[in-house]
Nanobody
Framework: QVQLVESGGGLVQPGGSLRLSCAASGFTFSSYWMFWVRQAPGKGFEWVSSIAPGGGSTYYVESVKGRFTISRDNAKNALYLQMNSLKPEDTAVYYC????????????????WGQGTQVTVSS
């Protein structure tokens, strides 16, 4: 029932911009922290950004601070990532993600992922 569908990726030149979207359904979107996570070729998953349920608090990995902006529209069940001044090292598959905690004792959780959208930054 939970669905996360990313879109907006593509090929862009260094210094360019891209806006990623994530359409969410099947859960109470406005109650959850949301995350953007990326996986570069041959690399592991890297957390990129987080946003609080109401959008009032945001966090970024140091390498994207000042360049990326996370936002959400709870009325549309949508999550966004505005990416400016893109660099080749930003090349990755970008996923939206959230966690449902299954135990408040152990902090065990289930992660939900979209299918990902490819971002390629190249000349």
């Amino acid at each position: 029932q939970v669905q996360l569908v990313e879109s907006g990726g593509g090929l862009v030149q260094p210094g360019g911009s891209l806006r990623l979207s994530c359409a969410a359904s099947g859960f109470t979107f406005s109650s959850y922290w949301m995350f953007w996570v990326r996986q570069a070729p041959g690399k592991g998953f890297e957390w990129v950004s987080s946003i609080a349920p109401g959008g009032g608090s945001t966090y970024y990995v140091e390498s994207v601070k000042g360049r990326f902006t996370i936002s959400r529209d709870n009325a549309k069940n949508a999550l966004y990532l505005q990416m400016n001044s893109l660099k080749p090292e930003d090349t990755a598959v970008y996923y939206c993600n959230f966690k449902q905690y299954t135990s408040e004792v152990t902090w065990a959780s289930v992660d939900y992922w979209g299918q990902g959208t490819q971002v390629t930054v190249s000349s």
